[in-house]
Structures are given as structure tokens and as C-alpha cells.
């Protein structure tokens, strides 16, 4: 006779409990003989009870939304990228990848429950998913995302009522020989753009008053030349304070820009409200994808791009003016190795409109 283990026969003897074998034909009460096997069929009595009451698991997920909403659901599913999938919050990451590569392995998604055959996305994230392309946040999380992203990019902190009445910025980089500067309006287009050879670093020592005399005098006859505007930007440099080696150019560029920052507002502040803002050059770089690692990497390419675009588009990206785009683009192909600063000043600019405004909306604010 073949013999189990049973729950039946834990019995307590003597103030201790032993185990003893029970037969699997036991002839105890059926409820004590079944209790492990009935625990273990809780789930499928629920999803025999579920597709009982006319609700079909296969379908769940498509029966929470209309005809209408499926369509539009399935429409972002099936075009957008994966950099456009990783705009909603659920599909960062692997996920807007895995949706891409079930596209391509398997054809269009043709029913919302499909979704559920992604890898990492089950059915409380396809839910959630669909919910979000639908309605992809509310107003109140979306306007303190904006502020989150203003707070981090742009220093020091300013009102959004105020930032969306910006009608121009004069947009300034500084490099070891020049500054350059790029003033746009919100359109945005290139209404000045142009550097200035300033400075150059050496190996000397300088006594610290020669130095400091020297800079605020070049920086100032360089502000003379600067066009009004709304707001001032100054490149952040992302230089680490850790990397001892660059610690005089580090030093030069916190000196340099603390004198930007109190000549500027010198000049041109107005009711006693600064007017010069900074932005972190690698948040520039990330913005227009320039990074690779930590490493920001020339926008000689993108504002080529931007040049061309501004001629062959009828609503480019950024608007140059028709006399200036030939001579601003000899300007780029002879001295592509002494522009740096210049390619900067016009992205960093750019990048500013896009965070305020949005790429695209400048006119609708």
C-alpha cells in the first residue's frame, strides 16, 4: 500500500507534535484530507468564475475601452519610436525597447490584450499604459514637471509668468580665448551672432590685481558690443572641481563668469530684477544629444543642420536671416576648429526657447 504524508497526521502526543504516516486512501473526513490541494486551486476556480460571469480573460484588457480608444491606443503602439514611447512614464527604459522588437518580430498590435505578450509588461501595466496614452497627464503634474525642469536647467530660479514674456535673449559662452554670443527672439530667429578674441592662457604668473584689472577691462569692452535683451544666459561650465589637473581653467571660467554676471547686470538690469540666468552646458548637450557619457560632444553638425533647414524649410527649427545664412556658413567651413564657443551660444539660446516654451509653441504662449 503506497504511503503519504499527510496534514491529517500531525498529532500532538505527549506535549510534543510527531508526524506518522497516513495512507493515501485515507478514511479521514475528505475536507481534512484535501486541504493542501484546495489552496492551491484558488486561482483557477477565480478565472473559471471570472470567464463564467461572461467576463473572458482573453479580452479583459480590450473591454475597458471603447472602439474609439482602442483605434487610438493601437495607433501610438504601432508608429511611434521608442524615444517617443519613452515620453510616458510606464515605458521608460526596457520597456519602449520591448514594444519596438514585438513590433518587428511579431507585426502591429492588433488587440490591446497583445500588450500583455510584451516581456516586463503585464496586466496591470498594460492598463495603466493605456490609461496614460489616452490622458497622458494632468495639467497640475505636467505644469510642476515644467517647473522641476526650469528649476534644474535654469539658475537662478524666475517665475514662469516671466520667463513666457521673454521677447529676446542674448545667449553668451566663454571659452581660454573668446566669447561669443547669440541673440535671438522668441521666433526664434538669429537677430546677432558673432565672437570676440579676448584673452588667452598661459603659463605665466600674474599678479592676482594685474589679472583681475586685465579681464574686467577685455569683458567689459565686450559687453559695449552686446545688443538689449529680456535675459542674459551664461554657459555653466561642467567641469568637476575633483579633476585637479584642469583646475586653473575651472578657476578662470568661475572668474570669468562672476564678471559677466555683475558687469551684465551692471549694465543692463532694470527695477532692481537680475537679468542673467545660467544654464549647464551638459543639460544643452542632453537636450540636443551631444553627450556621449559625461562628454559633450561639437554641435558643428546640428548648426550646419539648422542653417540648412533654415533655407530649405518654411518653418525651420531656428530662422536665420536670408543675407547672413551664406556668410555664417563660410564662417563655419573655414574655422570649424575656432567656433566652438560660437556653435554654443546659438544652441544654448535655442535649447533655452525649447524649455520655456516648448519646440514648436514659441507663438501659441
Not at 322 to 340: F, W
Given at each position: 500500500?503506497?504511503?503519504?504524508?499527510?496534514?491529517?497526521?500531525?498529532?500532538?502526543?505527549?506535549?510534543?507534535?510527531?508526524?506518522?504516516?497516513?495512507?493515501?486512501?485515507?478514511?479521514?473526513?475528505?475536507?481534512?484530507?484535501?486541504?493542501?490541494?484546495?489552496?492551491?486551486?484558488?486561482?483557477?476556480?477565480?478565472?473559471?468564475a471570472s470567464a463564467a460571469n461572461g467576463k473572458d480573460p482573453g479580452n479583459?484588457?480590450?473591454?475597458?475601452?471603447?472602439?474609439?480608444?482602442?483605434?487610438?491606443?493601437?495607433?501610438?503602439?504601432?508608429?511611434?519610436?521608442?524615444?517617443?514611447?519613452?515620453?510616458?512614464?510606464?515605458?521608460?527604459?526596457?520597456?519602449?525597447?520591448?514594444?519596438?522588437?514585438?513590433?518587428?518580430?511579431?507585426?502591429?498590435?492588433?488587440?490591446?490584450?497583445?500588450?500583455?505578450?510584451?516581456?516586463?509588461?503585464?496586466?496591470?501595466?498594460?492598463?495603466?499604459?493605456?490609461?496614460?496614452?489616452?490622458?497622458?497627464?494632468?495639467?497640475?503634474?505636467?505644469?510642476?514637471?515644467?517647473?522641476?525642469?526650469?528649476?534644474?536647467?535654469?539658475?537662478?530660479?524666475?517665475?514662469?509668468?516671466?520667463?513666457?514674456?521673454?521677447?529676446?535673449?542674448?545667449?553668451?559662452?566663454?571659452?581660454?580665448?573668446?566669447?561669443?554670443?547669440?541673440?535671438?527672439?522668441?521666433?526664434?530667429?538669429?537677430?546677432?551672432?558673432?565672437?570676440?578674441?579676448?584673452?588667452?592662457?598661459?603659463?605665466?604668473?600674474?599678479?592676482?590685481?594685474?589679472?583681475?584689472?586685465?579681464?574686467?577691462?577685455?569683458?567689459?569692452?565686450?559687453?559695449?558690443?552686446?545688443?538689449?535683451?529680456?535675459?542674459?544666459?551664461?554657459?555653466?561650465?561642467?567641469?568637476?572641481?575633483?579633476?585637479?589637473?584642469?583646475?586653473?581653467?575651472?578657476?578662470?571660467?568661475?572668474?570669468?563668469?562672476?564678471?559677466?554676471?555683475?558687469?551684465?547686470?551692471?549694465?543692463?538690469?532694470?527695477?532692481?530684477?537680475?537679468?542673467?540666468?545660467?544654464?549647464?552646458?551638459?543639460?544643452?548637450?542632453?537636450?540636443?544629444?551631444?553627450?556621449?557619457?559625461?562628454?559633450?560632444t561639437s554641435g558643428r553638425e546640428l548648426v550646419k543642420q539648422l542653417l540648412?533647414?533654415?533655407?530649405?524649410?518654411?518653418?525651420?527649427?531656428?530662422?536665420?536671416?536670408?543675407?547672413?545664412?551664406?556668410?555664417?556658413?563660410?564662417?563655419?567651413?573655414?574655422?570649424?576648429?575656432?567656433?566652438?564657443?560660437?556653435?554654443?551660444?546659438?544652441?544654448?539660446?535655442?535649447?533655452?526657447?525649447?524649455?520655456?516654451?516648448?519646440?514648436?509653441?514659441?507663438?501659441?504662449?
Open positions: 500500500m503506497a504511503w503519504r504524508t499527510n496534514l491529517a497526521c500531525l498529532i500532538k502526543v505527549g506535549g510534543r507534535r510527531r508526524w506518522f504516516p497516513v495512507p493515501e486512501y485515507s478514511s479521514l473526513p475528505p475536507v481534512q484530507n484535501n486541504i493542501s490541494s484546495r489552496r492551491k486551486s484558488t486561482a483557477p476556480e477565480k478565472l473559471v479583459a484588457l480590450d473591454r475597458l475601452f471603447s472602439l474609439e480608444q482602442q483605434a487610438s491606443i493601437l495607433h501610438v503602439l504601432n508608429t511611434a519610436s521608442g524615444k517617443e514611447l519613452e515620453a510616458f512614464r510606464l515605458l521608460r527604459g526596457r520597456k519602449s525597447v520591448n514594444i519596438v522588437e514585438h513590433r518587428k518580430k511579431f507585426g502591429p498590435f492588433q488587440s490591446l490584450e497583445s500588450l500583455i505578450g510584451v516581456p516586463l509588461i503585464q496586466y496591470k501595466t498594460a492598463v495603466e499604459v493605456c490609461n496614460s496614452i489616452l490622458c497622458p497627464e494632468n495639467r497640475r503634474r505636467k505644469k510642476s514637471q515644467e517647473k522641476w525642469l526650469l528649476r534644474k536647467f535654469i539658475k537662478p530660479g524666475v517665475e514662469k509668468e516671466r520667463l513666457k514674456a521673454v521677447n529676446s535673449v542674448v545667449s553668451i559662452v566663454f571659452g581660454t580665448r573668446r566669447i561669443a554670443w547669440a541673440h535671438l527672439d522668441r521666433k526664434p530667429t538669429v537677430l546677432d551672432w558673432q565672437q570676440a578674441e579676448c584673452w588667452k592662457l598661459t603659463n605665466k604668473t600674474y599678479p592676482t590685481s594685474f589679472y583681475l584689472e586685465e579681464r574686467c577691462y577685455l569683458i567689459s569692452s565686450v559687453i559695449s558690443k552686446m545688443p538689449k535683451a529680456d535675459l542674459y544666459i551664461l554657459e555653466k561650465s561642467g567641469l568637476s572641481i575633483q579633476n585637479t589637473s584642469l583646475l586653473p581653467i575651472l578657476l578662470h571660467f568661475l572668474i570669468i563668469e562672476a564678471m559677466l554676471y555683475a558687469l551684465l547686470n551692471k549694465t543692463f538690469a532694470e527695477d532692481g530684477g537680475h537679468r542673467v540666468l545660467s544654464i549647464n552646458r551638459n543639460a544643452v548637450g542632453k537636450h540636443f544629444d551631444l553627450m556621449i557619457g559625461d562628454t559633450r540648412s533647414e533654415s533655407v530649405l524649410k518654411e518653418r525651420p527649427r531656428v530662422f536665420f536671416p536670408r543675407d547672413l545664412v551664406v556668410q555664417y556658413r563660410q564662417k563655419i567651413m573655414r574655422s570649424s576648429h575656432r567656433v566652438e564657443e560660437l556653435y554654443d551660444s546659438l544652441l544654448q539660446a535655442v535649447a533655452f526657447y525649447e524649455l520655456v516654451f516648448g519646440r514648436g509653441s514659441e507663438l501659441k504662449c
